[in-house]
């Protein structure tokens, strides 16, 4: 992939593992580093790339994060057998414009929905997928559950 080549080798650490659904804190420890050296790889990643917002920098980790092995040693999330299964057609639209980049807000009105409702949505299927992040759910539901 020709984009993750602009990152620095540990930009691209931050990025497999926000992709992999890890919080800035959790990859903070992980590394050794702060959760506020990670917030600002985070900001450079987004800067780099024209990222604008926490929806589209959430669906480039997932879609680009691959592109460097994130270290191993971390946890992964249990994730259930058919996760694309238990969700509903209406989430799993919600979810296909969140790794699309949109936010909560961007849903709502492209489906005529409220905010709150977009987030409920959200909080659902996190629930069902046994999984604590957008990103993980991501990956979970579009890119593992294939």
């Known amino acids: 992939?020709?984009?993750?080549?602009?990152?620095?080798?540990?930009?691209?650490?931050?990025?497999?593992?926000?992709?992999?659904?890890?919080?800035?804190?959790?990859?903070?420890?992980?590394?050794?580093?702060?959760?506020?050296?990670?917030?600002?790889?985070?900001?450079?990643?987004?800067s780099k790339f024209g990222l604008h917002?926490?929806?589209?920098?959430i669906a480039f980790a997932v879609q680009h994060g691959d592109a460097v092995p994130a270290p191993a040693v971390l946890p992964v999330l249990k994730e259930p057998q058919e996760p694309r299964a238990s969700l509903s057609p209406?989430?799993?639209?919600?979810?296909?414009?969140?790794?699309?980049g949109l936010g909560t807000k961007e849903i709502a009105k492209k489906l005529a929905i409220s905010p709150r409702t977009v987030s409920k949505h959200r909080e659902n299927m996190m629930i069902k997928?046994?999984?604590?992040?957008?990103?993980a759910l991501i990956r979970a539901v579009l890119i593992d559950g294939n």
């Open 53 to 57: 917002s926490a929806a589209q920098f």
């Open 129 to 135: 997928c046994g999984v604590h992040t957008t990103a």
């Open 1 to 46: 992939m020709p984009a993750p080549a602009r990152l620095t080798k540990r930009e691209a650490q931050i990025l497999a593992l926000i992709g992999s659904g890890h919080s800035s804190d959790t990859i903070g420890r992980k590394l050794g580093i702060t959760h506020f050296t990670v917030r600002k790889h985070r900001s450079n990643i987004a």
């Open 90 to 100: 209406r989430e799993f639209h919600v979810l296909q414009l969140l790794a699309q």
